[in-house]
Structure formats: structure tokens, C-alpha cells
């Protein structure tokens, strides 16, 4: 019963592509986010979105962009991919005013930026 | 700016000894505190969550405790088994709503059979 699904487990991309990293719930969550997670440095927030077209940068959002245009889906976006993206990307949704206790996590994309 | 830091960053032991992880916060005034296990290539899973006003949580045997004063957390596994290998991060929310998380680089643990 796969609850948070990202659209890849494992993604190869080129320096200076645009990649798109796919998130999506089925639990009718207001709340989604991107984090990546590099060894030793724990989970950091891309960003997060409260809300259909609503969106808040994180601590890290620069070369980045983030998309949703429907309450289910939430996508990242990197418009043109650096090796320093190299990563684990984890999606993760909740529903609104409750605490992270009740937070469901995809099982994580690992790009590699070649 | 909070900051999050778990000791040590990696930990092997033999299966049935006690083991403790360490999480500290340079922020004290924090709301909760979150324990979280994530096996490899999954998500996290919520273990403990601590509340500013308590000091410890309890799951089977897992232990959590939590001082604010002086910006530390612990969890404490009682009599290791293999299975329990995987990351164990912390994680305190950044103000009351907790929409966004701050992490320490997480424990990996590895108990040997």
C-alpha cells in the first residue's frame, strides 16, 4: 500500500539537462516537500509546497524549481543539472496542522549527474 | 539558525548490547524533538516523538529522552537485534507550525549477528 510514489528509483542525467523528479500521494495531503539527503549532512529542504500552486523555498533551493499544479503531485525541477546535484531526492507529504509523526516518505530518486 | 548534530556518524556493534545514539541542537527552544529510522534505499519512518515538556517517549525498546537546557536527545536501544541496522536521524521542527524540519546526518547502524 505505496502511499508516497517517486516516478524513479535510480536517474541518470547529463550536465546542463532539465530534469523533472515526480512525486505523487494518495492520501489527499495538503502539505509536500523535497528534500535531498548527501552523506553526513542529513535530510535538507528544498522546498515545500502547503497547497495546489502554492509553494516556500527551504534551506536550499537555489537551482531548483518546484511545480504543483495538482493537490496529488508535486515536482521538482532542475532546469539545467550540475554535478553538485548529484543526490538522493525524498519526497514526503502530510496533511496539514499535524506533526511530522503522521508524515509518509517515498522510498527516494538517486541522481547521478554525469 | 538551528543546527542538528548526531554522534557518531556510524556504529557497529554485536547483536544484544545496549547502545545509545546522540542527537544535540544548538536552538533550545524547540517545540518537539522527532526520532527516525530509514532503511536502506526507503524512506523514514517515525520512531519517537517528543514533546518540549517531556523528557522521555517510550516504543518497545526504544527510549528517548530529551533535555532542552542543555540541547541534547538521546535514544537508547535496549538488547540490539540485526534487524534494528539502519540510519536513525533527529529532527526538530523550525517553529509551531513544524511545517519544515531541521536534521541532524542521521547514526548508521549496523548490528551484527
Known amino acids: 500500500d505505496v502511499k508516497v510514489t517517486q516516478s524513479s528509483r535510480y536517474l541518470v542525467k547529463r550536465t546542463g539537462e532539465k530534469v523533472f523528479l515526480e512525486c505523487v500521494q494518495d492520501m489527499d495531503h495538503e502539505n509536500m516537500f523535497w528534500y535531498r539527503q548527501d552523506p553526513g549532512l542529513g535530510l535538507r529542504l528544498i522546498y515545500f509546497?502547503?497547497?495546489?500552486?502554492?509553494?516556500e523555498k527551504g534551506d536550499i533551493p537555489e537551482g531548483y524549481s518546484v511545480s504543483r499544479e495538482k493537490k496529488e503531485r508535486f515536482s521538482l525541477i532542475l532546469e539545467s543539472a550540475s554535478t553538485n546535484q548529484t543526490s538522493m531526492y525524498l519526497c514526503?507529504?502530510?496533511?496539514?496542522?499535524?506533526?511530522?509523526?503522521?508524515?509518509?516518505f517515498g522510498q527516494g530518486t538517486r541522481l547521478t549527474v554525469v | 539558525k538551528q543546527e542538528v548534530t548526531q554522534i557518531p556518524a556510524a556504529l557497529s556493534v554485536p547483536e544484544g548490547e545496549n547502545l545509545v545514539l546522540n542527537c544535540s541542537f544548538t536552538?533550545?527552544?524547540?517545540?518537539?524533538l522527532q526520532w527516525f529510522r530509514q532503511d536502506p534505499g526507503k524512506g523514514l519512518t517515525s520512531l519517537l516523538l517528543?514533546?518540549?515538556?517531556?523528557r522521555e517517549q517510550t516504543s518497545g525498546r526504544l527510549n528517548a529522552s530529551l533535555d532542552k537546557s542543555s540541547g541534547r536527545s538521546t535514544l537508547y536501544i535496549a538488547a540490539s537485534q540485526p534487524g534494528d541496522s539502519a540510519t536513525y536521524l533527529c529532527a526538530v521542527p523550525l517553529g509551531n507550525a513544524g511545517n519544515m524540519l531541521t536534521f541532524g546526518g542521521g547514526t548508521r547502524l549496523m548490528v551484527k549477528p
Open positions: 514526503a507529504s502530510k496533511r496539514a496542522g499535524v506533526g511530522w509523526a503522521e508524515a509518509f
Open positions: 509546497s502547503y497547497d495546489v500552486k502554492m509553494k
Open positions: 536552538d533550545s527552544a524547540i517545540y518537539n
Open positions: 517528543i514533546q518540549s515538556s517531556q
